[in-house]
């Protein structure tokens, strides 16, 4: 649990699955954001405008948070912002985002194949709540995150 209130819980988990066949086993890293009261599972899609500037923002932050991370060099914006929308890509990216104490991480989780220098992990940018005001959507989801903070 990386944050809770009476109205939102946000979690983060590893989810095992078979994608494909019983021997194509993956762990892949998983996050829910889900309005208490209503049940709503927020989306990155929801709560952020995916625009351009936006993903600029996004690529700067994580460049500073891991510069060091090899995926960002094999996709190209549109590759994360499909991923952003909801999109399984490639059956190896999947979206995560979490709510924390004065802000919020968004990114990805992944998987490669076993002769990749690459395995499996996942990537954050983190926001803190005033660098994400200018991208967020109308989602009922900040009315709750600001009336807590």
Same mark, same amino acid.
Request: glycine share 4%; proline share 1%; hydrophobic share 35%.
């Given at each position: 649990v ?10 983060? +988990?590893e989810?095992?699955?078979?994608? =494909?066949n019983?021997? &194509? ?30 993903m600029?923002?996004?690529?700067d ?18 590759? +994360? ?16 985002? +979490? ?7 968004? =990114? ?18 983190p926001?803190?709540? &005033? ?19």
């Amino acid at each position: 649990v990386t944050y809770i209130s009476e109205d939102v819980i946000s979690v983060v +988990f590893e989810d095992h699955y078979y994608y =494909g066949n019983i021997y &194509e086993e993956y762990y892949d890293l998983r996050t829910r954001t889900i309005n208490l009261e209503e049940g709503t599972v927020y989306e990155i899609k929801d709560i952020v405008n995916l625009d351009d500037e936006f993903m600029d923002a996004w690529y700067d932050s994580m460049q500073e948070e891991a510069p060091e991370i090899e995926v960002t060099d094999l996709l190209e914006l549109d590759v +994360f912002k499909r991923v952003f929308e909801g999109e399984f890509v490639e059956e190896r990216y999947a979206d995560a985002f +979490f709510l924390k104490d004065g802000g919020l991480e968004i =990114g990805l989780s992944y998987h490669y194949d076993e002769d990749s220098s690459v395995s499996r992990g996942w990537m954050t940018a983190p926001f803190t709540w &005033e660098e994400i005001a200018s991208y967020k959507t109308d989602s009922s989801i900040w009315n709750i995150v600001e009336s807590n903070d």
